[in-house]
């Protein structure tokens, strides 16, 4: 274990060593050939070394503590990550082969561990200044980019809802959410609903999945952050779920949020991580997870996606009707508040829009929080909450509808549309336990 440490450090020392002697009178001397275990160290310590600068950087870390420990101590400049982070790049196209791995399983680690690199040095100009457009940025830390909205978009969505809504006073947006307000979950019921929409998701994903023995969660309701909901991964097939109360919970919210944190979503896709590349294969790199990375398109993508198998239709209303009267709420009412809802699934993109004129000066603040409200039917309260998550995680809004679509694109093209729910769920199971970017998602790749 300590000869592994040590081999590793002296390679990053003589790569450093290299990288700076490029520019400079030295004769460079030429690095060891690194194998793809060893990279994979260099880019966890990476992660852990832009995670001591930006402390959002680092969604989850369950490799060896005495790696954090020894970055936390170095303490690189941005600059000094970059100059090794090239040099890591390099040396993936000349590691050897494993020969004991499927070549395109090797492939997708390969691209993988260059596309996650990459975003590395992206997050390491940004912290030195770099500005980018929000376009920019997301192809520099997500791999992809979303593409243009405008207000006509929206308009079928609103028609629609205009029609389902009771008559009333104010915008379609006013009317929705005081429609809704009225199936907001009481306060002292939140808790037993999550957990109960959590257990159906899972119970739900159990029957196409086998997951590893002892994955289980941790559930806690929390206020006064700019997210609505997070998992905090823990390693060992242990997630922490963290549902924030500020804004008030719906039953169909509930749903969402239990498929996206838990099953077939976060918790899901790291245990199936953990289990099939960390303890399957030893491969390091899936130990950390930055935050602000390819990773997390294919994270929030299937995590949004994940839901609509977990639930088709039939369940979904079913689970709905459970639920209400479980939060003591009418369950007759269920299925026009279905189809409201069905029908505000359509506003996803907006807050998409929002963020991106937000972050490149088109609106401000104030037309922002306009914009949400109109078109992605926020209250203000939630506008002004979604505000802070702009200015928090920047173009990581991308993740959510843009992701969906092209997960659900993706499934649908390699299982059909009409496949039984069986191979969407493998197509599902795939994304989610192999090395996989966001590019090599699209069709014309
Ligand atoms: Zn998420």
Redesign the pocket.
Known sequence: MNHRLIALTAAICVATLTACSISGPRKAIPPPQLSMDKIAEGYVRQVLALGELDPNYVDAYYGPARWREQEKLEKRSPLAIRNLNARLVKDIETAPVDPTVPPELWELRKRFLRNQLGAVEARARMLEGWQPSFDDESLALYDISAPFYGREDFKPMLDTLDRLLPPGDGSVSDRYNRYLQQFAIPADRIEPVMRAAIEAARASTLKFFKLPEGERFELSLVRDKPWSAY?WYQGQYVSRIEINTDQPLTVARAIELAS??GYP??HVYNVLLEDQLVNGRGWKEFTVYPLNSPQSFI??GT?DFGVTLAFPAAERVALERQLFELAGLDPLEVDTYDAVIQAATLAGPATLEAARRYRDGQLNADETVEWLQQYALATPERARQRLKFFDQYGAYIINYSHGKTVIKDYVDRNAGPDEPLWSRWRVLFDLLSQPRTPQALLPES
């Open positions: 998992n996206h944190e979503g976060h994270a929030e995590a």
